[in-house]
């Protein structure tokens, strides 16, 4: 399978906004789980946010809650991440990916096809 397509990142400063889009269809299959993950320099990769299939369920890791809301809308294929509040330690590379569940999304690791280019997001100070 072809990895998700991530975009929408770029350079804001702290306490403004980004909307990144994760195009889904690629995929043989465009209602599955998803999620969104970043990586930091220096740093592991880490789960930022999780939604089921359907759009009901949604997960945040700490660090992101109540300042970022992850939506689908499979009509368009599309999982979207609103980042708002935004601070300097969410500058990172944004991937999304295809996780077998959000219980434990955060631990998902993949294969090398599960992963695209991810997007950059600089929050400046």
């Known amino acids: 399978q072809e990895p998700l397509v991530e975009s929408g990142g770029g350079l804001v400063e702290a306490g403004g906004s980004l909307r990144l889009s994760c195009a889904t269809s690629?995929?043989?299959?465009?209602?599955?789980?998803t999620g969104w993950f970043r990586q930091a320099p220096g740093k592991e990769r880490e789960g930022v946010s999780c939604?089921?299939?359907?759009?009901?369920?949604?997960t945040y890791a700490d660090s992101v809650k109540g300042r970022f809301t992850i939506s689908r809308d499979n009509d368009k294929n599309m999982v979207y991440l609103q980042m708002s509040s935004l601070k300097p330690e969410d500058t990172a590379v944004y991937y999304c990916?295809?996780?077998?569940?959000?219980?434990?999304?955060?631990?998902?690791?993949?294969?090398?096809?599960?992963w695209g280019q991810g997007t950059q997001v600089t929050v400046s100070s």
């Open positions: 690629g995929r043989a299959s465009t209602s599955f789980i």
């Open positions: 939604i089921s299939s359907n759009g009901r369920i949604t």
């Open positions: 990916a295809a996780p077998p569940n959000c219980l434990y999304y955060s631990n998902y690791v993949g294969n090398d096809r599960s």
